[in-house]
């Protein structure tokens, strides 16, 4: 069983997730904590919490998604799992920050390559990959069946979908990727979007006028 923490960083309001389990285990989801406080939040949460993280995953390499990855690897050695085709998004993120005026010192170690169907995480709390472009060539959702929850990153959102007008973005992709990838999924299943508030699958078929 996992409890899900969010935490919003950045000055774009980016919604981080740790995911943990009753021995203390946990995952880093998206960690886009920019300033230094942000990375004290997240460090303190895990200590206060006696967890001791295991995996790095990334949805997809906007910057405001892998703000903190360095931070991540330089305090708990974890290297960030991401779709191959995000490899260009994250090699070309301190540019992006630069255009943003978001500067910041990206992570520069080894990555690991994860696709559909791959499962990831800890061993009896595992994630199920799901691979949702769109919103950036690569972009995966991770998906916990058993407890019927979706971290989303920016595919899906309260009434809302995620932008399209970014390099690699594709209008009809994203909305092909939501209605056959996650409006397959149970109406219940709830989903922690990458911004705003969490929201459900059967909210969304229903009034997310962008899909209506």
């Known amino acids: ?8 960083f950045s000055p774009l309001q980016e919604n981080t997730y740790v995911l943990y389990n009753g021995a203390g285990e946990a995952v880093i989801i998206d960690p ?11 460090a303190d949460f895990l200590t206060d919490h006696h967890l001791q993280p295991k995996w790095l995953l990334n949805t997809h390499c906007h ?7 360095r931070f991540v690897y330089q305090q708990w050695k974890l290297e960030p799992h991401i779709h191959p085709l995000e ?3 994250l090699d070309l993120s301190p540019e992006a920050g ?12 080894p990555v690991h390559y994860i696709r559909e169907g791959d499962s990831v995480g800890l061993r009896g709390d595992e994630l199920k990959v799901i691979e949702a472009p769109g919103h950036s060539p690569g ?4 998906y916990k069946e058993d407890q019927q929850f979706l971290i989303g990153g920016d595919v899906l959102f309260r009434r809302s979908i995620g932008r399209t007008d970014l390099p690699g ?5 994203l909305l092909d990727s939501i209605r056959k990838k996650l409006f397959v999924l149970p109406d219940e299943t709830r989903v922690f979007p990458g911004h705003m508030e969490v929201t459900t699958i059967g909210e969304e078929k229903k009034f997310n006028p962008f899909l209506t």
Do not use: S
Request: with cysteine; proline share 4%.
């Open 32 to 42: 886009g904590c920019y300033r230094q406080e942000e990375e004290r939040e997240l």
């Open 169 to 173: 973005g594709n209008h009809a992709q």
């Open 98 to 109: 630069r255009r943003w005026n978001l500067p910041f010192r990206p992570y520069e170690g």
């Open 139 to 142: 972009h995966v959702c991770f």
């Open 63 to 69: 910057l405001d998604h892998i703000f903190g990855n």
């Open 87 to 89: 490899q260009k998004i």
């Open 1 to 8: 069983m996992l409890t899900v923490r969010q935490f919003v």
